[in-house]
């Protein structure tokens, strides 16, 4: 088949600041093919998707659409030449429908006709096999329906050229598969389709070609059927490296922490946690799946003391003395004076885990800097463990009185997860510990947890990557809408099975969808 | 496809990485030189005078005799006093622009002292009353806005911006009781004078500096100060690690109201011996433009408030010898101003210019 350019970069630059994003970057995409733009977080692929749909201006470099040199400098040029993006974070109004969010903005003269719309979207879902009700409310939509409407949104606009960025981030493999072949048909009806993705057997499923992008610059664009895992990983990273995940069997297990009948409502009255009970044990990986916003953030903070509880017991057994504690409505400090060695790496690095201002220095007081009577503080101390940490972890930073913010993301949380873990504790929880991060460290970082599980810390890992869970965890939780609806052996199951707990309650209850779109919203 | 015009931005803008600090230092100085020159130009053009008698004057204005020189020594202690105790509260990010009312208050308290226990103790003893009351009020009215904050999340700038009004209605009222004539001027104060010592500004310099000193040294290394920096920068961390936020709200407002409260004992003690409802004369509000210029950083702050010090007291030397309205040292600072905070645009952003790029190609 005799295929044409739909869209061509050529030379195309884009800096910030010292930070080149992209560097003189060639691109081509065809007409009828879906193209994968694989990279490492922070390479470079939303800034490039970006300047094609006109959020940001290119510092140099040309880019053409059917064959003719454009300029795009808004969105709305962007649409002028058919090209949509379809952003992680969603861009819709929760009051309307979906058809009204569809139309808005839209000013084509015409007289607005919401019965001519609700059609012309329904004729859009049949074309292409997409599921939606045209007059349903966005809150009441679950995070799959809401990424449909931004979809229909786009070809609505009539886009030739749709870009879509970390489609999958918030869907479960079925949505996932539902999404990949609405893709496919809209590929077979013409249309460019560029999907940005760290997710490799993602890529090969889905893709015809994939180009891959390192530190802003264009390795190469390959054909997928010609690509294997290995091969697109060491384009990325630019070396070999190896994905296992080494999963030791738990050494003498004991209870470590006992949940019991942990309840607790929003001030709205949402119930985000729904009767939890589960025991952590020591020496195990405990991991917790479920779609962002399930109560997963809660459960945790609720065991770190920061979240208050309406009934339940959050039982500590001390290995020490084998004494229990009781941790519920403690506050961090009761919690660390009665001796409980807990660490916390929460969700929100920089705005709750560490001071993105302070240097690495200050922020490693943050834990220790009340010890001992003096009034005054004591830099001694983090000043040795954040050389330590520094160079044990490898974390790449001028020095340790370089702000925490000028790091990039996977040496930020080197930076919290190395001063969790200095301090020795019995229970660590982790949430999303490796969101944002790059291949190489993401390892590290379950290399970090593996080591604290053969030292008898109970682990407690809430992750959204499935495949990742299943490979590192020893069980998993599955929550939804802040009720347990599974703990499976993650030796014995597959993710399908999980996806499948994961939204087992949602069609039912009203309550998941509102937690769902909460965390859509402070994702 | 048509209707897009095809042409480019003529620039953009764009984020700098972190410059040296002395290449930001050049930066800031050659904006005050551009904001001195502009100066002198619209002296020339307006008053038709040569712009070095502009600078001439500005200098001796400020540095010409050792009286001025004392002058300027006061007023910028009595500024950077105010500055001082702003800036922990700043540093929280609690937006506390009562500081005017707070050190009206502790002046209006220790005058009080002097009314009711003037002569009937010894001075020293008097002063030590003074101050102590001074302290009280400055605390007092820091902090009922800070426990507002804290036990029902009051908006802060609002409350203690009406504190202000409260405070100067007061002193209107007290001034109405003390004096029985009814002209509501009340004359110097006979008793609790500050000591003199080498000179009659020196004690009052000395204990600002000294504040300066000891302002650092609390802000950066000690865990009250750390405290307050991380509540500053995120309260959410500071509820991860366990700091009570509303107890070091409450506490750094104590702090930052005594420190009114020795600013209004010095002005009374040292300089005024009475009071008005206009002895702050503002100076609550330009402290805070003192504080925020240093970035919070009490030496630098020393800096910062003797650049308006200089220039509010050379230009209005200027006035008086070219007989100009006074109000014309407003419009140089607030020209000086205008370049130093404009600079910092230039410290963050650089602009480019897409034009000569595609030229080249």
């Not at chain 1, 296992?244 to 409502?265: A, F, H, K, M, Q």
């Not at chain 2, 010409?64 to 020189?69: A, L, P, Q, V």
């Not at chain 2, 109201?257 to 004369?281: E, M």
């Amino acid at each position: 088949m005799e295929k044409s350019i739909a869209l061509e970069l050529r030379g195309v630059t884009k800096t910030f600041g010292k930070v080149i994003a992209n560097n003189n970057v060639d691109l081509t995409v065809y007409k009828g093919e879906i193209l994968s733009i694989l990279g490492e977080n922070g390479c470079g692929k939303t800034t490039l998707m970006n300047m094609i749909s006109g959020i940001y201006y290119p510092d140099k470099g040309q880019i053409f659409v059917d064959g003719r040199e454009v300029v795009i400098r808004s969105p709305k040029d962007a649409f002028g030449y058919k090209i949509g993006m379809i952003h992680q974070h969603f861009k819709l109004v929760d009051v309307f429908s979906a058809s009204e969010n569809i139309v808005l903005g839209i000013d084509d003269g015409k007289k607005y006709n919401i019965k001519d719309v609700n059609n012309r979207v329904l004729e859009i879902c049949e074309r292409y096999g997409f599921n939606i009700d045209p007059k349903k409310k966005i809150y009441e939509m679950s995070v799959s329906e809401k990424q449909t409407v931004e979809i229909i949104k786009v070809l609505y606009r009539g886009a030739d050229i749709l870009i879509l960025d970390e489609p999958t981030a918030v869907l479960t493999p079925q949505e996932t598969e539902k999404l990949f072949d609405v893709l496919r048909r809209m590929r077979d009806d013409g249309k460019a389709i560029m999907i940005i993705t760290h997710k490799l057997h993602e890529v090969l499923s889905v893709s015809d070609r994939v180009a891959v992008l390192r530190r802003g610059e264009h390795i190469a664009t390959v054909e997928t059927a010609t690509a294997t895992e290995s091969m697109l990983t060491e384009m990325m990273v630019g070396k070999k490296v190896t994905l296992n995940i080494d999963r030791l069997d738990p050494v003498s297990p004991c209870e470590r922490l006992v949940l019991e009948g942990l309840n607790c409502t929003s001030h709205e009255g949402i119930k985000l946690l729904d009767n939890i009970s589960f025991t952590a044990r020591s020496g195990e990986i405990l991991g917790i799946a479920g779609i962002a916003g399930s109560g997963q953030r809660e459960l945790l903070e609720a065991i770190a003391g920061l979240q208050h509880l309406d009934e339940g017991t959050i039982t500590y057994k001390n290995p020490k003395n084998g004494e229990d504690v009781n941790l519920r409505d403690k506050t961090p400090l009761q919690i660390r004076d009665l001796g409980v060695r807990l660490s916390f790496v929460p969700e929100d690095r920089l705005g709750m885990g560490l001071v993105g201002n302070m240097d690495i220095i200050d922020n490693m007081m943050l834990r220790s800097y009340k010890r001992g009577a003096s009034m005054f503080l004591d830099r001694k101390a983090p000043k040795d463990l954040a050389k330590n940490i520094i160079q044990s972890l490898e974390i790449a930073t001028p020095g340790a009185t370089t702000p925490v913010r000028r790091l990039s993301g996977g040496n930020v949380q080197k930076v919290l997860v190395g001063r969790e873990i200095s301090s020795a504790p019995s229970v660590l929880m982790a949430a999303y510990p490796v969101r944002g991060l790059d291949i190489g460290s993401s390892y590290t970082i379950y290399n970090l947890l593996n080591d604290q599980k053969a030292r008898g810390v109970a682990v407690i890992f809430v992750g959204e990557d499935l495949d990742v869970l299943v490979e590192l965890c020893d069980r998993i939780i599955v929550l939804a809408s802040g009720k347990i609806t599974g703990i499976v052996d993650a030796r014995n199951t597959t993710k399908e099975e999980i996806g499948l707990l994961m939204t087992k309650s949602t069609s039912i209850s009203e309550d998941a969808e509102k937690a769902a779109k909460e965390g859509s919203e402070n994702g | 496809m048509a209707n897009v015009k095809k042409h480019e931005p003529l620039f953009h803008i764009v984020k700098r990485d972190r410059m040296p600090i002395w290449q930001s230092l050049i930066i800031r100085l050659a904006a005050i030189v551009l904001g001195l020159l502009f100066c002198g130009l619209l002296c020339n053009i307006i008053l038709d005078v040569k712009p070095m008698e502009l600078y001439k004057t500005l200098y001796d204005g400020v540095f010409g005799t050792e009286r001025r020189i004392w002058k300027m020594a006061k007023d910028l202690a009595v500024l950077l006093c105010i500055s001082l105790a702003v800036t922990p509260a700043f540093k929280m990010k609690f937006w506390n622009i009562g500081a005017e009312g707070q050190v009206l208050m502790s002046c209006l308290a220790a005058v009080a002292c002097t009314i009711y226990f003037g002569g009937k103790m010894p001075n020293w003893v008097l002063l030590i009353c003074m101050a102590a009351a001074s302290i009280l009020a400055g605390m007092i009215w820091a902090v009922i806005p800070a426990i507002f904050k804290a036990k029902w999340d009051t908006n802060e700038t609002l409350f203690t911006l009406m504190m202000n009004y409260v405070a100067t209605q007061l002193v209107a009222y007290f001034l109405i009781v003390w004096v029985p004539s009814g002209s509501s001027s009340l004359g110097e104060q006979a008793f609790g004078h500050m000591p003199i010592v080498y000179h009659r500004y020196f004690i009052l310099v000395a204990v600002v500096a000294v504040l300066t000193i000891f302002m650092y040294i609390y802000l950066n290394y000690f865990k009250q100060g750390y405290e307050i920096s991380v509540v500053g920068e995120s309260q959410k961390t500071a509820c991860y690690i366990g700091i009570n936020v509303k107890t070091v709200i409450i506490r750094t407002l104590i702090v930052s109201g005594a420190l009114c409260g020795i600013a209004g004992f010095l002005i009374v003690s040292a300089l005024d011996h009475s009071v008005t409802t206009d002895a702050v004369g503002g100076r609550g509000f330009t402290a805070i433009m003192v504080s925020w210029l240093a970035k919070f950083n009490p030496l630098i702050m020393v800096a910062t408030s003797f650049l308006i010090v200089f220039l509010q007291q050379g230009v209005y030397e200027f006035a008086n010898d070219y007989g100009i309205s006074t109000a014309f040292q407003n419009i140089i600072v607030g020209i000086i101003l205008f370049f130093v905070i404009g600079c910092e645009f230039f410290i963050n952003y650089k602009i480019m210019f897409t034009r000569k790029e595609v030229a080249k190609k």
